[in-house]
Nanobody
Framework: QVQLVESGGGLVQAGGSLRLSCAAS??????????MGWFRQAPGKEREFVAR????????RYSDSVKGRFTISRDNAKNTVYLQANSLKPEDTAVYYC???????????WGQGTQVTVSS
């Protein structure tokens, strides 16, 4: 059984920063051969893509709304993916989720999410 646990969310003022973590666990599961993604869902809105990182960490991709402010990274030895969120805006308020990319545009093993709230 694969489990993803997100952490690091909280309440922050506009312009502040947070570092989100996504730790993967499972008897024999390793994220080291999978691309990973971060998504978010704001109240009343659909879940949206935030960032993706290749299995080596060499290739990253971001949504236009966070490009230049957020950085995705990974530590395969720790089975963990990170999202450094800087220059936060109130519109970044959402529950943030990580997931494993198991196929092209297909993500699985969603965590429970971590709440990010940005006050103006």
């Amino acid at each position: 059984q694969v489990q993803l646990v997100e952490s690091g969310g909280g309440l922050v003022q506009a312009g502040g920063s947070l570092r989100l973590s996504c730790a993967a666990s499972g008897r024999t599961f390793s994220i080291s051969t999978y691309a990973m993604g971060w998504f978010r869902q704001a109240p009343g809105k659909e879940r949206e893509f935030v960032a993706r990182i290749s299995w080596t960490g060499a290739i990253t991709r971001y949504s236009d709304s966070v490009k230049g402010r957020f950085t995705i990274s990974r530590d395969n030895a720790k089975n963990t993916v990170y999202l450094q969120a800087n220059s936060l805006k109130p519109e970044d308020t959402a529950v943030y989720y990580c997931a494993v990319q198991i196929a092209s545009s297909v993500y699985e093993y969603w965590g429970q999410g971590t709440q990010v709230t940005v006050s103006s």
